[in-house]
């Protein structure tokens, strides 16, 4: 028989032909000859051996009827090794001498041992001299090698193997437990069980009793002989009323049965492709729904945090943009890096997906537009673009504002003092005294008027400036723009009046001078004298108070170097000083001396020497104060600049050191130094003096802190910004995740191909060979090179040009115009390794169908786990054949969508 033609197919269970004891008949090379010596033992096997004999010798025509005398001259015994082999053996002798008898038993011995068995104490002679011990000894050796031997479950022995299927085929029935091949069939059910499960269509299991074991036998008994073709082996009474049934008829039995629903092992088989094809394309669809998931949540967070990003609202206030930055820090700190987190897993599950499904022989995973990660990628570019904008608007803005502050109030220090100086300046010049007073009083006037025009014209400079810093706030959009220009048009309104006024009252001096003619000289030149001091020192005092605001040392020294050479002029000033003062004293002995009245007032300038005096005072105590207030300002720049060295020393360190690891981690990804997992262990450790070297980094925040709140917005001592460290640890972590990633996806093509690390090794050493700008991955130039290099026939005609481009779809699904390394190794080894196709999973579920072009929900839950035979139903397209019954599904297009053949 076919079924038993292959004596090697899963090796043989007995002692090999060097003496090894092998499998199941290692443990029975002596055939129990203790049992054999029990005469019960000896009847129930001379009847189960019988049985069996017959049922292969019945094909040739023939019978025994007393197993040891039949066997005597070798005929039958050679005619049924040649029906159950299938094989034909030596010619027999035909002499009815005895050595003619045992020529015959040696040559069927004989071709025994030629089929790997070692038939231990068993000779030709006392087969011939009819010893019923050693010929069933040697009918048992016969049916372990043909019958038994061949099966195979799971790699176990055939025996255990035997066991195995019966327990998993009877495991659904109830008061069936397989345990042996004796006590366990005692009752029948273990019998019925087996033949309902592959013919449910011979008998009604329900209806049968645990406690009718003789009625369970024989039915068994007489469903096998009369529907599945299995002689009556064994007998009912026997069984029962043995103890301990013979294992080795019932093991006789039993295989026949294996060897009758061998078709039905098939559907099984099938059944397992089909759970494994199943289970491959689930996953995948988990795998995908979760990267859609991350995928969707991440691009959510992105829409969501680009317009807080974009906002350019500060409320033209200092604390609202100091509290923005603070918020800034705090997303930095707290919200992004999980997002950083989330997308390096979002790139890895992706990567890991597309790796099964290129493994797996499945087209290529497409996510739902604008999910791809190019899409993400872009999202992300755009989100660090905005933070960086963000940052800098930040910054700008606190400078801006902190300039408008001191520019608001170096403004309402300046009108103030402009204010103050012109009240009452309009009314002065619309009077018209000078028409009333003498003649050396209208000189007086004329001269004091005179002297106003002059500090009119000093007063100019002011006017101007106030005019400067209003529109300069203007410009920097001042929140209270409104109230400064009109303050400033008021200011500029009445300068213009002043200017009108004081023309139109130097006329009507001028028309009164032809009858003026006297002046004090001495009074002329103290108001000339006095005046320009005097607003040297209205001056001077402004300049004392004046507000400054500085960002380096050199501003706050080019400040100090000018307020030395400022004071290095106090010596003149207080020379001029000194003359003015005399010019009081020198008047008032004069008027003392000649009595004259009215000499002590000044009729050229409201000036007095109080005044003058009360102004150098104040002079010479400011100076002290603005030195004081100097050397402050020069403390805190030199703070600033410590902070500035600080973070210089430390950004020093952790740039070149995240340079480094770039560099490192970039080398591994080349792929040539040591073996995957010594590439994996190494990126490992990577990884972890990364997340060891974090603190470093808050460090270096924490300094960045102190620096931005002491408004420090340059450092000449480093090349490096917080900005592009953040950016380098993002790129750093993102790309030990990546490698890490790409590693493990070569482990994993690597493992599941079959390839060696040398073939590795080679395949990477000619990858690289032709990626000469580094950067993992090659253009189609440079692929088409490396496979000519590898030994792959690629044409210049036009054939060598289609098949290249068939290549290249296959290594690049895509089309991104690139071939990257594990895509390339998919390629180098795909070819030669056993994958599931569509056409195997159609004839695995035609097997199930029982050849029918369609399949029936029973059939899939019968023959398919629950989870698994759901899936199929529900995915299932109904068949629409011209043969198709109720409720028939197509499973042919089913299993060409399952790898991307056509549409589910």
């Not at 109904?878 to 297009?893: F, H, K, N, R, T």
Request: hydrophobic fraction near 35%; include cysteine.
């Amino acid at each position: 028989m076919a079924q038993y033609a292959n004596p090697n197919q899963f090796g043989a269970p007995m002692e090999s032909m060097d003496g090894e004891p092998q499998g199941y008949m290692a443990q029975d090379e002596e055939w129990e000859r203790e049992g054999l010596l029990d005469p019960a033992w000896e009847k129930q096997q001379r009847k189960t051996f019988t049985a069996w004999v017959n049922s292969h010798l019945r094909k040739a025509g023939t019978q025994i009827e007393n197993i040891e005398e039949d066997f005597r001259n070798g005929l039958k015994l050679m005619l049924l090794l040649e029906v159950i082999s299938g094989e034909t053996l030596p010619k027999p002798d035909r002499g009815k001498m005895r050595f003619h008898k045992i020529a015959n038993v040696n040559k069927a011995l004989d071709f025994i041992a030629s089929k790997g068995v070692k038939l231990v104490s068993i000779g030709a002679e006392e087969i011939v001299d009819g010893n019923v011990k050693m010929t069933l000894g040697m009918i048992w050796t016969i049916i372990l090698r043909f019958a038994i031997q061949d099966i195979s479950v799971e790699e176990m022995t055939a025996k255990e193997g035997l066991l195995l299927w019966c327990q998993r085929k009877t495991a659904p029935y109830k008061n069936v437990n397989v345990q042996n091949f004796h006590l366990s069939w005692r009752d029948g059910l273990a019998f019925c069980a087996l033949i309902h499960r592959h013919r449910p269509d011979l008998l009604d299991y329900s209806k049968l009793s645990k406690d009718n074991p003789l009625e369970n036998l024989n039915l068994a008994f007489d469903i096998a002989e009369k529907y599945l073709d299995i002689p009556r082996m064994l007998d009912p009474e026997d069984l029962l009323t043995n103890e301990k049934p013979d294992e080795r008829q019932i093991m006789t039995y039993v295989s026949c049965y294996y060897h009758a629903f061998q078709g039905a092992m098939q559907a099984e088989m099938a059944a397992n492709r089909i759970c494994k094809v199943l289970k491959v394309n689930q996953d995948n669809e988990r795998l995908m729904e979760e990267y859609e998931r991350l995928a969707s949540d991440l691009l959510e967070w992105i829409r969501r945090t680009l317009p807080w990003l974009e906002s350019r609202q500060s409320g033209n206030s200092l604390v609202a943009v100091q509290k923005k930055l603070e918020e800034y820090r705090e997303y930095r700190r707290k919200h992004k890096p999980p997002r950083v987190e989330q997308k390096a897993k979002l790139e890895t599950n992706f990567n890991t997906l597309q790796t099964k499904l290129r493994l797996s022989n499945r087209p290529a995973y497409m996510p739902t537009e604008g999910r791809m990660i190019t899409d993400i990628q872009r999202a992300w570019n755009g989100l660090l673009g905005c933070e960086k904008t963000f940052e800098e608007w930040l910054l700008a803005e606190l400078m801006r504002l902190e300039r408008l502050e001191h520019l608001a109030k170096k403004f309402k220090h300046k009108a103030d003092i402009h204010e103050a100086w012109t009240s009452g300046k309009e009314e002065m010049l619309s009077s018209q005294d000078y028409k009333n007073c003498k003649i050396f009083e209208l000189k007086a006037m004329k001269k004091k008027h005179e002297a106003f025009e002059s500090d009119l014209a000093a007063h100019q400079d002011r006017v101007e400036q106030i005019a400067a810093i209003a529109q300069e706030l203007n410009a920097l959009d001042y929140w209270d723009s409104a109230a400064v220009n009109g303050r400033c048009q008021k200011i500029c309104d009445q300068w213009d009046r002043l200017g009108t006024l004081t023309q139109q009252r130097r006329h009507g001096m001028d028309e009164a001078e032809k009858v003026l003619e006297r002046v004090d000289s001495l009074h002329l030149e103290f108001a000339k004298r006095a005046a320009p001091f005097n607003n040297w020192l209205d001056g001077t005092r402004e300049d004392l108070v004046d507000m400054f605001i500085v960002h380096t040392l050199d501003e706050i020294q080019g400040l100090i170097d000018a307020h030395a050479q400022f004071k290095a002029t106090l010596g003149e000033a207080d020379k001029e000083f000194t003359s003015i003062i005399s010019l009081i004293h020198e008047c008032e002995s004069f008027a003392k001396q000649y009595n004259v009245p009215g000499a002590t007032i000044n009729p050229y300038t409201n000036l007095t020497g109080k005044d003058v005096q009360s102004k150098w005072n104040e002079v010479k105590t400011l100076v002290p104060q603005r030195d004081q207030t100097l050397q402050d300002e020069l403390k805190k720049q030199e703070n600033n600049e410590a902070l500035r060295r600080q973070f210089a020393e430390k950004s020093n360190q952790v740039g070149p050191w995240i340079e480094r690891q770039m560099d490192a981690v970039a080398a591994i990804g080349m792929g040539m130094q040591g073996s995957l997992e010594e590439q994996l262990s190494r990126l490992r450790e990577y990884e972890e003096a990364v997340y060891q070297f974090k603190p470093h980094l808050e460090e270096l925040e924490r300094i960045n802190q102190q620096i931005q709140e002491s408004f420090v917005f340059e450092n000449r001592y480093t090349q490096y910004t917080m900005e592009t460290l953040r950016v380098g640890w993002e790129q750093l972590v993102t790309s030990v995740n990546r490698t890490i990633n790409e590693v493990e996806n070569q482990i994993l093509t690597r493992d599941s191909k079959g390839i060696t690390q040398e073939q590795l090794n080679e395949f990477r050493a000619s990858f690289n060979h032709f990626d000469k700008s580094r950067t993992g991955r090659l253009n189609p130039e440079e692929f088409k090179n490396c496979l000519i290099s590898l030994g792959y026939s690629v044409g210049q005609d036009k054939q060598g040009e289609i098949d290249f481009q068939r290549i290249l779809s296959i290594v690049d699904p895509n089309a991104s115009g690139y071939v990257q390394f594990d895509c390339f190794l998919d390629f180098m080894t795909r070819e030669s390794t056993d994958v599931d196709t569509a056409e195997q999973v159609i004839d695995s579920f035609r097997i199930l169908a029982a050849d029918k072009p369609y399949i029936l929900p029973e059939e899939l839950r019968r023959e398919l786990p629950p989870d698994q035979a759901e899936y199929c139903i529900q995915r299932m397209q109904p068949y629409s054949g011209i043969d198709a019954v109720q409720g028939a599904l197509d499973y042919m297009s089913f299993s060409t969508a399952l790898y991307g053949e056509s549409d589910l």
